[in-house]
């Protein structure tokens, strides 16, 4: 079983090849999976508004956009996705080690801080359907479509949480600073335990 | 085989150190795997203060704990193999077996002290002493060599079988700590109860020393 890791670790430095991988299948597939988990799915907008206002949050529309996008449309969002995630676990792991340590830099702390801040409003556009591990290598579990409300609201749990830790950040307040990037990781976490393969990178 | 004539081979701490360790084992590698890594830390953490506690327990525990009693040469490895060895704990050959178990535990646990998750969100208690790409490196090195700690647990085990399968019971006396001794052998010469604890507490307070950040307390 270990050696799942051994191959994910060396995919790990295959990380360029990242959403250029190519698929048996058409990306279709998720955009119908995603569609039929949806009862009254009369049409692509009210789909995506259907579900958008059961959360209140018009922002994650994208989540639920059910028509599939094309293949290459779809792989250049899984290499957006990717990065941005990349980017974000940087800035993370900047963020631990001056969060933990006894006192914060304010400034290198608020750099990540918008930067996250930033990049959690854009991942609004990362999760249409048809961008799951059937069309390219990804991280991300076919879950995200059948279960898109639930998906959505740690998204947007994410989104808060990335705001809120960025005010923290701006405010200085070293305890504001603690408290709301404890729950920043929170929040990535509750998502990425759900919605996050182990055979990423 | 009646059970008087069982003497004493282990003594308790010995016992309690192997099955603690590999229930923590067990633990660590489930908690990591069920996201539950904060569990993780401390399952290694208490790895540490286990392997300290041996590696003192070897110097100055019961006589079959001691490092002196079964680290051998490869002279008494080769006599052994021919079948000359006569005694109880560890046999030459299997000394290297403990010796290689305790080496890449010590090996595991020292990466993980200095490792950090991929999100950012949990720090190896001495992480913050170096740079993130070590991290990162790290916990790479850590979850390949869980490979190698699976490799020797596991010819740890079909050692026991193949034991089994020619007589040797080794499970039952590292449960009750008595086994029939070998004609012509001494019972285990047991240490004092006051010394384990004495390297217990070595153990919790070097450990407890390494979580709160080492040298001056975290960079």
């Not at chain 2, 490869?74 to 077996?97: D, F, T």
Request: hydrophobic share 45%; aromatic share 8%; proline share 5%.
């Amino acid at each position: 079983m270990r050696l799942r890791f051994v191959a994910a670790s060396c995919a790990c430095v295959s990380l360029a090849a990242c959403g250029g991988w190519k698929s048996g299948q058409a990306n279709s597939a998720q955009g119908n999976i995603s569609q039929d988990s949806r009862p009254p799915a009369t049409g692509r907008a009210s789909a995506v508004t259907n579900a958008a206002a059961t959360n209140g949050m018009a922002t994650n529309a994208m989540v639920m956009l059910a028509v599939p996008l094309a293949k290459n449309q779809a792989l250049h969002v899984m290499q957006v996705r990717h990065e941005g995630m990349e980017t974000i676990g940087k800035n993370m792991k900047v963020l631990t080690r001056q969060v933990t340590g006894g006192s914060p830099d304010t400034g290198v702390v608020r750099a990540s801080a918008a930067q996250i801040a930033n990049l959690s409003r854009q991942a609004s556009g990362w999760f249409p359907a048809g961008t799951g591990p059937n069309v390219g290598k990804t991280g991300a579990k076919p879950d995200i479509w059948q279960n898109p409300q639930d998906f959505s609201a740690k998204l947007h749990n994410f989104q808060l949480a990335a705001q809120a830790f960025n005010a923290a950040a701006a405010s200085g307040d070293t305890n504001a600073i603690r408290a709301k990037f404890a729950d920043l990781g929170g929040a990535c976490k509750a998502c990425h335990d759900k919605y996050r393969s182990e055979m990423h990178h | 085989m009646s059970s008087e004539k069982k003497q004493p081979v282990w003594d308790l701490p010995v016992r309690l150190f192997h099955w603690l360790l590999a229930a923590l084992i067990v633990f660590s590698w489930w908690s990591v795997h069920h996201h539950h890594t904060d569990w993780h830390i401390w399952s290694g953490c208490a790895i540490l203060t286990l392997l300290i506690f041996r590696l003192l327990w070897g110097f100055v525990g019961s006589s079959t704990a001691r490092f002196s009693s079964f680290v051998r040469g490869p002279r008494a490895i080769a006599g052994y193999w021919r079948g000359q060895w006569v005694g109880i704990g560890h046999n030459p050959l299997g000394a290297l077996s403990i010796l290689a178990l305790l080496g890449a535990l010590a090996v595991q646990v020292s990466l993980g002290l200095i490792a950090e998750d991929e999100d950012g969100i949990y720090l190896g208690p001495l992480a913050g002493l170096v740079g993130t790409d070590t991290s990162d490196k790290a916990r790479d090195i850590h979850e390949l060599w869980f490979n190698v700690i699976l490799a020797l647990i596991a010819l740890h085990l079909l050692a026991i079988i193949y034991y089994r399968l020619r007589g040797k019971k080794l499970t039952l006396p590292m449960i009750t700590g008595r086994a029939e001794l070998p004609p012509d052998t001494q019972p285990m010469r047991p240490g004092k109860w006051w010394i384990a604890l004495i390297c217990l507490a070595v153990g919790i307070g070097i450990t407890r020393w390494i979580i709160a950040g080492a040298p001056p307390f975290g960079s």
